[in-house]
């Protein structure tokens, strides 16, 4: 399928997820087309008038900014290769993310902010075509803007298509990486906060918690609407479990707080979510052509910050803290299900009378738990003052938040999988039914985490689970 770009409102999170996620190609609809071509041509006649500055047209980059270019001058340096900014190496960025800056990339084009050539922009949707993306690497990303990681980029289109003036910096200026990385976050939290919800009700209701703790008066007894969104989820998943002979007093606090926690997670997702909106729209380029109907003074293209997206670190570090959070619950009921007196259930859950030792679930969980709490830790502004580059003494944190959050969201898949068999034996031997809504959990749990009498590493299973779980959240 191909969607077609009529303008920058087109520029949704729905969309972004059909163009990144489903790999749907883009088309610029003819009218979009028009409205680059009349403000490249408004722009061409700008940049020959005498008394007009624009940053990195008609004067150098960087340190040469106080450069004035003549006409053959920026002619050239339009021309300039792109090879000695992707300087960056390590671990690429998933295809999805590099399609989603690609498909981000376009905002600033859409109602002719950049000023691009037309040519340009139409070989940039047309990246979205290819079944293939260009390597990004995640790390490195030290400069004060995304320059290193959109050179990666558009290597090979800088290389292969005529560029004229400002056409460069229209491709490697502004903040679309992060516009992605965003995105993407939100889109995966969505669906990741799902999975939690599931996978904590159902131990839950192995713990046979009472049904108060998740009672509809605390959603407005809290007064907040993300705590309320938990608890009407725990209530409605475990919905249909066994009524009678219930826990007969209070579970531990782990369980207590778990719609105040899912609640903290609810809330850093639609922030993120909010932001994602609202970034997908922004026009970052720097600089900044402003359209003839636009403009509320007599400059016609300014020199911006909006290469530098100050929230989306921000909002990823609140999903981070959340999750992490979230790991230490999983934890904590993973082992509490294991003892006795607190569980009111056989100790180890009969071990050895009704299977394998599962013990050691919970020390994983330790682990799991200890890297979430050092990738909890504030994003915040490195100092950059490197290359001789006198100007860009601030580099974006962007990328560094989204590793962080990377990390962290597989640690907390893989805690989930880790308390989900524990569940699961707990309401088995304890012969209670699995709520309606959790079946399918159930049977997913039972079927990936087997038990069996071979020699197979509990890990290796555990792994195999949290594979599972992600394929869902990435469908």
């Given at each position: 399928m191909t969607l077609t770009i009529n303008s920058r409102e087109d520029l949704t999170l729905e969309a972004f997820c059909r163009v990144a996620w489903r790999s749907e190609a883009v088309e610029l609809s003819p009218t979009v087309l028009e409205k680059i071509e009349t403000s490249r041509r408004d722009f061409l006649e700008l940049i020959d008038q005498p008394d007009i500055t624009i940053y990195g047209v008609n004067t150098g980059y960087g340190q040469r900014a106080k450069e004035r270019l003549s006409r053959e001058g920026r002619q050239n340096q339009a021309t300039q290769p792109t090879h000695y900014r992707a300087t960056s190496w390590g671990d690429p960025l998933p295809q999805r993310v590099v399609r989603g800056i690609i498909f981000s990339r376009l905002a600033n084009f859409v109602d002719g902010h950049s000023a691009v050539s037309p040519e340009v922009a139409k070989a940039v949707a047309a990246m979205l075509a290819n079944a293939e993306q260009p390597y990004v690497p995640a790390r490195g990303q030290g400069g004060a803007g995304e320059i290193l990681s959109l050179s990666h980029l558009f290597l090979e289109l800088t290389a292969n298509t005529k560029l004229a003036e400002k056409d460069m910096l229209s491709l490697i200026n502004g903040s679309p990486a992060a516009t992605a990385l965003i995105a993407d976050a939100a889109l995966s939290a969505k669906a990741r906060i799902n999975v939690a919800c599931e996978v904590l009700a159902l131990a839950a209701e192995a713990f046979q918690v009472p049904r108060g703790h998740f009672a509809v008066e605390l959603e407005t007894y809290w007064n907040n609407p993300h705590d309320a969104w938990a608890l009407r989820n725990l209530r409605e998943l475990i919905e249909g479990g066994q009524d009678v002979a219930r826990r007969p007093y209070q579970a531990p606090v782990s369980i207590r707080i778990l719609p105040r926690i899912l609640g903290q997670a609810h809330l850093a997702m639609t922030n993120?979510?909010?932001?994602?909106?609202?970034?997908?729209l922004a026009i970052t380029d720097n600089p900044v052509v402003i359209p003839k109907h636009e403009r509320q003074t007599n400059e016609a293209v300014i020199s911006t910050g909006g290469y530098h997206n100050a929230q989306a670190p921000a909002a990823?570090?609140?999903?981070?803290?959340a999750y992490a959070n979230l790991i230490v619950l999983t934890g904590r009921i993973a082992a509490k299900l294991l003892d006795a007196p607190i569980s009111l259930m056989p100790q180890f859950l009969g071990y050895p009378e009704h299977g394998s030792y599962l013990g050691c679930l919970p020390m994983a969980i330790v682990g799991y738990e200890e890297e979430a709490r050092m990738l909890a830790q504030p994003t915040l502004l490195p100092g950059s003052e490197s290359g001789g580059f006198g100007q860009d003494d601030v580099a974006s944190p962007i990328f560094l938040a989204w590793t962080?959050?990377?990390r962290v969201s597989a640690l907390l898949e893989q805690s989930l999988a880790s308390l989900a068999p524990i569940a699961m034996r707990a309401l088995?031997?304890?012969?209670?039914?699995?709520?309606?809504r959790l079946q399918q959990l159930a049977s997913l749990v039972s079927e990936t985490f087997t038990e069996t009498s071979t020699a197979v590493p509990f890990g290796l299973e555990v792994h195999?689970?949290?594979?599972?779980?992600?394929?869902?959240?990435?469908k």
């Amino acid at each position: 399928m191909t969607l077609t770009i009529n303008s920058r409102e087109d520029l949704t999170l729905e969309a972004f997820c059909r163009v990144a996620w489903r790999s749907e190609a883009v088309e610029l609809s003819p009218t979009v087309l028009e409205k680059i071509e009349t403000s490249r041509r408004d722009f061409l006649e700008l940049i020959d008038q005498p008394d007009i500055t624009i940053y990195g047209v008609n004067t150098g980059y960087g340190q040469r900014a106080k450069e004035r270019l003549s006409r053959e001058g920026r002619q050239n340096q339009a021309t300039q290769p792109t090879h000695y900014r992707a300087t960056s190496w390590g671990d690429p960025l998933p295809q999805r993310v590099v399609r989603g800056i690609i498909f981000s990339r376009l905002a600033n084009f859409v109602d002719g902010h950049s000023a691009v050539s037309p040519e340009v922009a139409k070989a940039v949707a047309a990246m979205l075509a290819n079944a293939e993306q260009p390597y990004v690497p995640a790390r490195g990303q030290g400069g004060a803007g995304e320059i290193l990681s959109l050179s990666h980029l558009f290597l090979e289109l800088t290389a292969n298509t005529k560029l004229a003036e400002k056409d460069m910096l229209s491709l490697i200026n502004g903040s679309p990486a992060a516009t992605a990385l965003i995105a993407d976050a939100a889109l995966s939290a969505k669906a990741r906060i799902n999975v939690a919800c599931e996978v904590l009700a159902l131990a839950a209701e192995a713990f046979q918690v009472p049904r108060g703790h998740f009672a509809v008066e605390l959603e407005t007894y809290w007064n907040n609407p993300h705590d309320a969104w938990a608890l009407r989820n725990l209530r409605e998943l475990i919905e249909g479990g066994q009524d009678v002979a219930r826990r007969p007093y209070q579970a531990p606090v782990s369980i207590r707080i778990l719609p105040r926690i899912l609640g903290q997670a609810h809330l850093a997702m639609t922030n993120a979510e909010t932001l994602a909106r609202q970034s997908l729209l922004a026009i970052t380029d720097n600089p900044v052509v402003i359209p003839k109907h636009e403009r509320q003074t007599n400059e016609a293209v300014i020199s911006t910050g909006g290469y530098h997206n100050a929230q989306a670190p921000a909002a990823l570090d609140a999903m981070v803290a959340a999750y992490a959070n979230l790991i230490v619950l999983t934890g904590r009921i993973a082992a509490k299900l294991l003892d006795a007196p607190i569980s009111l259930m056989p100790q180890f859950l009969g071990y050895p009378e009704h299977g394998s030792y599962l013990g050691c679930l919970p020390m994983a969980i330790v682990g799991y738990e200890e890297e979430a709490r050092m990738l909890a830790q504030p994003t915040l502004l490195p100092g950059s003052e490197s290359g001789g580059f006198g100007q860009d003494d601030v580099a974006s944190p962007i990328f560094l938040a989204w590793t962080k959050f990377d990390r962290v969201s597989a640690l907390l898949e893989q805690s989930l999988a880790s308390l989900a068999p524990i569940a699961m034996r707990a309401l088995t031997i304890s012969n209670r039914p699995v709520p309606h809504r959790l079946q399918q959990l159930a049977s997913l749990v039972s079927e990936t985490f087997t038990e069996t009498s071979t020699a197979v590493p509990f890990g290796l299973e555990v792994h195999n689970l949290a594979e599972e779980f992600r394929d869902r959240i990435y469908k």
